[in-house]
């Protein structure tokens, strides 16, 4: 069935470090993708997606490009700020319409 | 607007024990999902509801119930608690079932099972 596999944390960064946290799925089709963003004690929210291949989507500084041929949508972002403290997790939208998550990657930011 | 809002924001429970669990999202959104987090283990599908007065199971459906009330309204029973239902629970909503909707998710009811 579909999946998504993304790297495990925690990371840590200092202030201003490049990001990447990949992200790698298996699905039958050509699903959307998405990345999800949960800061401490809230719910998720959506940071960006990407409907088909090589859509990139953009928020925020962060960026991710749909990569069908590595079947990858890996997260990146040049400059990490401490408010980008939060556990982030990639998704693809799975037959039923829902969303199938990878396990999630904690990011810290030390200032 | 509110999105999506639950109740209650944390619960404990005694073994045995039934809740319901309540959703509601103000964006006139066709589909709802209950999600369960766990440690370690992303986000897994409980039950969703296509669109009013239909629900379906998702991946781990056991142990619950829903009701799609309304359009608005979107509910997740426990009827018997067990300890391996304590969890994270989280609605959220979406415009259809396509597979490029958003989905707009509350900020989460802790369920603690003793």
């Known amino acids: 069935g579909d999946s998504v596999t993304q790297m495990e944390g925690p990371v840590t960064l200092s202030e201003e470090a490049f990001l990447t946290i990949n992200c790698t799925y298996t699905a039958t089709g050509y699903p959307s993708l998405f990345w999800y963003v949960q800061y401490p004690g809230e719910g998720l929210q959506l940071l960006l997606k990407a409907t088909k291949a090589d859509d990139k989507g953009s928020n925020k500084g962060f960026e991710a490009t749909y990569r069908k041929e590595t079947t990858s949508f890996h997260l990146e972002k040049g400059s990490v700020q401490v408010s980008d403290s939060a556990v982030y997790f990639c998704?693809?939208?799975?037959?039923?319409?829902?969303?199938?998550f990878g396990k999630g990657t904690k990011l810290s930011v030390k200032p | 607007n509110a999105g999506v809002t639950q109740t209650p924001k944390f619960q404990v429970l005694k073994t045995g024990q039934s809740m319901t669990l309540q959703c509601a999202q103000d964006?006139?959104?066709?589909?709802m999902y209950w999600y369960r987090q766990d440690p370690g283990m992303g986000l897994r599908l409980i039950y969703y509801s296509a669109s009013e007065g239909t629900t379906d199971k998702g991946e781990v459906p056991n142990g619950y119930n829903v009701s799609r009330l309304n359009k608005r309204e979107f509910s997740l029973r426990l009827e018997s608690a067990a300890p391996s239902q304590t969890s994270v629970y989280f609605c959220?909503?979406?415009?259809?079932?396509?597979?490029?909707?958003?989905?707009?998710f509350g900020p989460g009811t802790r369920l603690l099972v003793l």
């Open positions: 964006m006139n959104h066709n589909s």
């Open positions: 998704a693809l939208g799975g037959s039923q319409g829902n969303l199938i």
């Open positions: 959220a909503s979406s415009g259809g079932l396509a597979v490029q909707e958003t989905q707009y």
